[in-house]
Every structure is written in C-alpha cells, then in structure tokens.
Nanobody, 116 residues
C-alpha cells in the first residue's frame, strides 16, 4: 500500500525559508513522477514542482529561482527547499506521487504560513 508522509511546514516571516519533506513507502522502484502541489484558501490546487522519472525537474513559474526540489538516493523522498517565501506562498502543501501504472497518490498535506 502506498503511503506518503509529509513534514516541515510551519510559520515563517516573509523572506524566510522552509524545507518540506515527503517520504513514500510501498512504491520502491515504481515511481514515475513525484512532487508537490499547493492549495490556498478559496483557490484550486496547483502544481508547485515535480521530478519526472527521477531525472527531469519542472517548476511552476511562480516558484522558479526560489524553490528547489530534490530526490533522496536511499529512500523515495521528495524534498522541497523554499527560499524567499512570500505571503502569497501561504497554502496547504501536498506531496503527490504518480506510479508507473499511472495511479495517483496524495499526502495528507502540511500547512505553510508566511507572514508579512
């Protein structure tokens, strides 16, 4: 059974940094794409960044140059380093995994709040 466990959210002042971590279990060797989405109050869930096939990384335009997504070597992880945070980055951040059978999985979400 696939399980995604997220950690690292919290409250930070504008200009600060946070690091989100997502650890996947039950999918070793079967990950096609792994990354992060976010959903702000009253808005639709949107893509933040993902790594495809363990190699190609893609970012939403609104985070380019500020956020960095990395995958762990020993574990199925997706870590999102978020720098220069802005109040507009406030949202619940969700880890997402797409496996080789195109089954889609979500974490429980972690709150990120950026104060001005």
């Amino acid at each position: 059974q696939v399980r995604l466990v997220e950690s690292g959210g919290g409250l930070v002042q504008a200009g600060g940094s946070l690091r989100l971590s997502c650890v996947a279990s039950g999918t070793t060797g079967r990950i096609l794409r792994m990354g992060w989405y976010r959903q702000a109050p009253g808005k639709q869930r949107e893509l933040v960044a993902f790594i495809y096939n363990g190699e190609t990384t893609s970012y939403a335009d609104f985070v380019k140059g500020r956020f960095t997504l990395s995958r762990g070597n020993a574990r199925d992880t997706a870590d999102l380093q978020m720098n220069s945070l802005e109040p507009e980055d406030t949202a619940v951040y969700y880890c997402n995994l797409l496996d080789v059978d195109h089954a889609n999985y979500w974490g429980q979400g972690t709150q990120v709040t950026v104060s001005s």
